[in-house]
T-cell receptor, first 112, second 111 residues
Framework: DTAVSQTPKYLVTQMGNDKSIKCEQN?????MYWYKQDSKKFLKIMFS???????INETVPNRFSPKSPDKAHLNLHINSLELGDSAVYFC???????????FGQGTRLTVV | EDQVTQSPEALRLQEGESSSLNCSYT??????LFWYRQDPGKGPEFLFT???AGEEKEKERLKATLTKKESFLHITAPKPEDSATYLC????????????FGQGTTLQVKP
């Protein structure tokens, strides 16, 4: 069974479109995250939720909006996509709001 | 500001040739230092957590150690399947729940 799963794995879309990435974890963890990995493989946190409550909100454009319907799901909606949004987006989860996280397989977003 | 620097950026080894990867960090109040392995096209895979200077953890051919300023990931007699990018991350007391990652070391082990 996949611990942290994201869909879709690949996403190619045009500038200006709105898209969503879904994430689910079956580990029973309380905290979920979105990380962005740029072309240089550098991973940076975007958001974290603990029991559906927003805990961390890094300096991310307002076009990015996370939504957590329950503690096992954390979705990422992106409005008005720009070329610079092209990256790999990783969902992750951890038992509490500290400690090492377990990552999903990533969603490669390409904006054309 | 919490910061992590990994070296070298890339490392090529022959199978069986042991070596070490370095992770230097600055953090206010270390809550944990984490090592991950990332294969191409996949998410980071959790390897170790270290919490205090002097602590060591081992898993197969990998051994992670921690001092107050850096961590080492020692790879003993590596095999080609150890080829991957190894990521180091820290969590500080002023950034609870936020992992600060280094840029990674890409390891290639040739048979």
């Amino acid at each position: 069974d996949t611990a942290v799963s994201q869909t879709p794995k690949y996403l190619v879309t045009q500038m200006g479109n709105d898209k969503s990435i879904k994430c689910e974890q079956n580990l029973g963890h309380d905290t979920m995250y979105w990380y962005k990995q740029d072309s240089k493989k550098f991973l940076k946190i975007m958001f974290s939720y603990n029991n559906k409550e927003l805990i961390i909100n890094e300096t991310v454009p307002n076009r990015f909006s996370p939504k957590s319907p329950d503690k096992a799901h954390l979705n990422l909606h992106i409005n008005s996509l720009e070329l610079g949004d092209s990256a790999v987006y990783f969902c992750a989860s951890s038992q509490d709001s500290t400690g090492g996280a377990f990552f999903g397989q990533g969603t490669r977003l390409t904006v054309v | 500001e919490d910061q992590v620097t990994q070296s070298p950026e890339a490392l090529r080894l022959q199978e069986g040739e042991s070596s070490s990867l370095n992770c230097s960090y600055t953090v206010s109040g270390l809550r944990g230092l984490f090592w991950y392995r990332q294969d191409p096209g996949k998410g980071p895979e959790f390897l170790f957590t270290l919490y205090s200077a002097g602590e060591e953890k081992e898993k197969e051919r990998l051994k992670a150690t921690l001092t107050k300023k850096e961590s080492f990931l020692h790879i003993t007699a590596p095999k080609p399947e150890d080829s991957a990018t190894y990521l180091c991350a820290v969590e500080g007391s002023s950034n609870t729940g936020k992992l600060i990652f280094g840029q990674g070391t890409t390891l290639q082990v040739k048979p």
